[in-house]
């Protein structure tokens, strides 16, 4: 079975801090996704990669940024995270055919106080 | 841009009633279509996905969906629910360039 790994389940961190989220899939799939969960408003698309060291910004990439320097590791990250950036992260992989199902990580609940 | 809609927060049904979840997407051509379902404290898992051919899927745990071109729609039934089936459910379109977008969710509540 495909497996997508995401460094940890919860997070907690103080505004203003560096943050970093971890996600390692298993199967050499060339697309790679990060979304952020939140009741009512769904899965939305930060960021996205179609291949090493590339990337594309999603619907909601402020304050966000992204690094695919091996392919199977895709981290998001945080520059400077604010409270509103808390949610729960999803990272999910694919191989490169169009049309093909997402495989998703459990999630990071991050918290920022 | 594609977008997609899923205009109904949350639905009750009563165990062993049918169920239809509605789902309106937005995109210049025909995208690839999914049906996604994400049960309490799980990951997500696809139920069903369309791109060409027959515009009735079926998927798995006995769910089905129709593609209706001429309403961009993209509904899915159910003819009989199970408790089992009280998720929360997504709606996704997958355009060009692999960009997979999700609709806000239908979270389904089932009466006993």
């Known amino acids: 079975d495909v497996k997508v790994t995401q460094s940890s389940r919860y997070l907690v961190k103080r505004t203003g801090e560096k943050v970093f989220l971890e996600c390692v899939q298993d199967?050499?799939?060339?697309?790679m996704f990060w979304y952020r969960q939140d009741p009512g408003l769904g899965l939305r698309l930060i960021y996205f990669?179609?291949?090493?060291?590339?990337?594309e910004k999603g619907d909601i990439p402020e304050g966000y940024s992204v690094s695919r320097e091996k392919k199977e590791r895709f981290s998001l990250i945080l520059e400077s995270a604010s409270t509103n950036q808390t949610s729960m992260y999803l990272c999910?992989?694919?191989?490169?055919?169009?049309?093909?199902?997402?495989?998703f990580g459990s999630g990071t609940q991050l918290s920022v106080l | 841009a594609q977008s997609v809609t899923q205009p109904d927060i949350h639905i009750t049904v009563s165990e062993g009633a049918s169920l239809e979840l509605r789902c309106n997407y937005s995109?210049?051509?025909?995208?690839?279509l999914f049906w996604y379902v994400q049960s309490p404290g799980q990951g997500l898992q696809l139920l069903l996905k369309?791109?060409?051919?027959?515009?009735l899927v079926q998927g798995i745990k006995g769910f089905e969906a129709e593609f209706k071109r001429s309403q961009s729609s993209f509904n899915l039934r159910k003819p009989s629910v199970h408790w089992s089936d009280a998720a929360e459910y997504f709606c996704?379109?997958?355009?060009?360039?692999?960009?997979?977008?999700f609709g806000a969710g239908t979270r389904l509540f089932v009466k006993a």
């Open positions: 995109y210049g051509a025909t995208p690839y």
């Open positions: 990669s179609y291949d090493v060291k590339m990337k």
């Open positions: 199967m050499d799939h060339e697309n």
């Open positions: 996704a379109v997958e355009g060009g360039g692999f960009k997979t977008i």
């Open positions: 999910a992989s694919r191989t490169g055919t169009g049309g093909e199902k997402l495989f």
């Open positions: 369309y791109f060409s051919g027959d515009t």
